[in-house]
């Protein structure tokens, strides 16, 4: 018996649009997937023609896959067993944390992202802010270096201006991937973080689980080729000068590398400096207990800053915080030093191993302590450092600072003349001090700032590794 049934327009819309979605689903949702891929595709194989050093298969790794990988990777698994073992848990409960963990840590690198959106915005804001400029490069032993290997940037940590710069500086060789701590684990920011290629770290954890996790995953990445970029300091300098290292992240790349089969790992010094570092009242306020509470951070304070520098930029009154400057050094073969030195860490006892470790990690904090740029602000800090309560002329200033950038340069590294004249850069350095109250004029003489010593001396300390050994002790 045939009938007609009827129902409310309202429900037909409904039915209606879950109809169209199916069908989008079904038939158009997977051939605009296809052709969305083929596209991605071609743009990385375009890159990866023009990058010095290519984009690893690793790298370009679903998450999921890579977090799969991870989870049940061998020695997580033998971590997971001990744990369960050793707290008497369900290891399906262990295995959730695991998961957890490895959710944390993963990233999902885009290439369009870090490229045409990250890369781009690392170039304005770095040009909006500083003049930036190339300081020493050893082109020629990064040519040699193969494309093939595990490059892994090590640098000093003045700023967090540091990820944006150095992206930028590196966008044309490479796609790196940074270690990034919790503070960037913050609603939208960590997914667009994730999408440039970095992952989370928990500084200082004393979970063995988590560590054990960590440590495979950066084992992972650095055995795939994939290009980092590490701060072994672990934190900002507080008073200018080299933190010591903490070697952590740095044993989880070369613990239990294999110079016999694995692709080589190539480390390459940087050195970065500023002319004006943002949080440098806030990171010495430390060396000043009573100041600490009145410079920490404030998301209010933070805004005033924004809103005051947009307002002179409309003005017509606002100018670059100087310049910032990045030296990439001559690359260091983990092959090579290993031949060298006759090493294997896998074979050498765990308190051998790590102080073999350690004794590469220094020297390769050395290396990027000496490749570290001398800028205006940084020389005629530490000439006005040398004798803090006295006036001086000009002209002894800059005899001063012509003797720093000779010594500098006698011994290889790298200083940074604007027009390259030495006049012009200490005339430079001294009209960035006196606008930012560092040192004082008068009459045609200049003395530091009692208030402000510890400041001039954050700035001096940037180069002390430079400096002749007299000099290091009075700007430190």
């Keep these: 018996m045939a009938g007609s049934i009827s129902i409310p327009l309202w429900l037909a819309i409904i039915l209606g649009f879950f109809a169209v979605l199916s069908l989008l689903d079904r038939i158009l949702v997977p051939g605009l997937r296809w052709i969305f891929r083929r596209r991605v595709n071609r743009a990385i194989d375009e890159l990866n023609t023009k990058l010095k050093l290519r984009i690893q298969p690793f790298k370009l790794t679903k998450r999921q896959a890579l977090i799969?990988?991870?989870?049940?990777?061998?020695?997580?698994?033998?971590?997971?067993?001990?744990?369960?073992?050793?707290?008497?848990?369900?290891?399906?409960?262990?295995?959730?944390?695991?998961?957890?963990?490895?959710?944390?840590?993963?990233?999902a690198f885009n290439a369009y992202a870090y490229f045409r959106v990250g890369a781009r915005l690392a170039r304005w804001m770095s040009n909006l802010l500083y003049r930036v400029r190339l300081g020493y490069s050893d082109d020629e032993a990064l040519r040699k270096v193969d494309p093939d290997?595990?490059?892994?940037?090590?640098?000093?940590?003045?700023?967090?201006?540091?990820?944006?710069?150095?992206?930028?500086m590196a966008s044309s060789n490479s796609a790196l991937s940074y270690a990034v701590g919790e503070w960037a684990r913050i609603?939208?920011?960590?997914?667009?973080?994730?999408?440039?290629?970095?992952?989370f770290i928990r500084r200082g954890s004393g979970n063995d689980l988590y560590r054990r996790v960590l440590a495979r995953y950066v084992a992972m990445a650095t055995k795939g080729g994939v290009t980092q970029a590490i701060f072994p300091e672990g934190g900002l300098s507080r008073d200018g000068a080299l933190r010591d290292p903490k070697f952590g992240l740095f044993s989880y790349m070369v613990g239990d590398y294999d110079p016999q089969s694995e692709r080589d790992v190539v480390f390459i010094p940087v050195g970065l400096?500023?002319?004006?570092?943002?949080?440098?009242?806030?990171?010495?306020?430390?060396?000043?207990?009573?100041?600490?509470?009145?410079?920490?951070?404030?998301?209010?304070?933070?805004l005033k800053f924004i809103a005051k520098n947009i307002w002179m930029k409309l003005r017509g009154r606002w100018y670059s915080y100087g310049y910032a400057c990045v030296s990439f050094g001559h690359p260091v073969s983990l092959k090579d030093y290993l031949a060298t030195n006759k090493l294997d860490f896998r074979l050498l006892e765990k308190t051998r191993k790590f102080e073999e470790i350690e004794k590469l990690g220094t020297m390769l904090m050395g290396e990027v302590g000496r490749v570290v740029p001398a800028l205006p602000v940084?020389?005629?800090?530490?000439?006005?450092?040398?004798?803090?309560?006295?006036?001086?002329?000009?002209?002894?200033?800059?005899?001063?600072?012509?003797?720093?950038?000779?010594?500098?340069?006698?011994?290889?590294?790298?200083?940074?003349?604007?027009?390259?004249?030495?006049?012009?850069?200490v005339s430079a350095g001294i009209r960035m001090l006196i606008l930012r109250h560092m040192i004082e004029e008068k009459d045609g003489l200049y003395r530091?700032?009692?208030?402000?010593?510890?400041?001039?001396?954050?700035?001096?300390?940037?180069?002390?590794?430079?400096?002749?050994?007299?000099?290091?002790?009075l700007a430190g």
């Design 68 to 107: 799969d990988r991870l989870v049940f990777d061998e020695e997580v698994i033998k971590a997971v067993e001990k744990r369960a073992e050793a707290e008497n848990i369900p290891r399906e409960a262990v295995m959730k944390e695991v998961h957890r963990y490895a959710r944390e840590i993963v990233p």
């Design 149 to 168: 290997s595990s490059v892994i940037f090590v640098m000093n940590h003045r700023s967090n201006m540091d990820y944006v710069l150095v992206t930028y």
């Design 378 to 425: 940084s020389l005629t800090a530490a000439a006005m450092v040398q004798t803090p309560d006295r006036w001086i002329s000009e002209f002894e200033l800059k005899a001063r600072v012509s003797n720093f950038i000779e010594h500098i340069e006698r011994n290889g590294a790298h200083v940074h003349l604007p027009r390259m004249d030495r006049d012009y850069a």
């Design 273 to 302: 400096n500023y002319d004006r570092v943002l949080e440098d009242r806030i990171l010495t306020a430390v060396i000043e207990p009573k100041e600490a509470k009145k410079k920490r951070f404030k998301f209010s304070v933070f």
């Design 448 to 473: 530091a700032n009692s208030d402000e010593l510890v400041l001039l001396n954050y700035y001096a300390n940037a180069i002390k590794y430079l400096l002749p050994e007299r000099e290091q002790v």
């Design 187 to 199: 609603f939208m920011l960590q997914t667009m973080i994730r999408t440039m290629g970095a992952y």
